[in-house]
């Protein structure tokens, strides 16, 4: 299975990048990830935000997979806790398809992408930033794929 995380921001710190590797070396037997970074839409004073989250959801729909099934991650989303990510796990398996993880900017999707999205998964009632949540996401991929697989890692 392949999955793309489109995200909108550029220059990860050090410490997220190597986090965002460890996972896709412990996920690459199950899941080949890719990571395309979006160029964040322009803001700032006499700056339309509006027209900056429509540039930045331009931009993810373009870079999305064709056919892939689509999941915005987004505050008004499902939580799932790590058991029920791990049924999805299942069903995504199962469906064949490649998958699409969204993260927005600073404002979030424009509605377009939303639109777009197959699923709408909220990582709780907590704002993180958006560089925290790139590696919070593959963490929980790892962390569904080891529950399927009966691998201990998870205790919950």
Do not use: C, N
Not at 49 to 62: H, N, P, S
Not at 83 to 112: K, N, S, T, V
């Amino acid at each position: 299975m392949r999955a793309r995380i489109v995200a909108v921001g550029e220059r990860m710190p050090g410490w997220v990048a190597e986090g965002l590797a460890e996972y896709r070396k412990r996920l690459a037997h199950v899941l080949s990830l890719e990571l395309v970074e979006l160029k964040a839409g322009l803001r700032g004073k006499g700056r339309d935000e509006t027209r900056a989250v429509q540039e930045e959801g331009a931009a993810m729909l373009a870079a999305l997979p064709r056919d892939a099934h689509v999941v915005a991650l987004d505050g008004r989303g499902k939580a799932w806790s790590s058991e029920e990510l791990a049924e999805q796990w299942q069903r995504w398996r199962l469906a064949g398809r490649d998958l699409a993880f969204l993260i927005g900017g600073a404002d979030g999707h424009a509605p377009a992408v939303l639109a777009r999205a197959d699923q709408r998964w909220s990582l709780g009632p907590l704002t993180l930033p958006h560089m925290l949540v790139r590696l919070v996401l593959v963490e929980q991929l790892y962390r569904a794929a080891t529950i399927t697989a009966g691998h201990p890692y998870h205790r919950g």
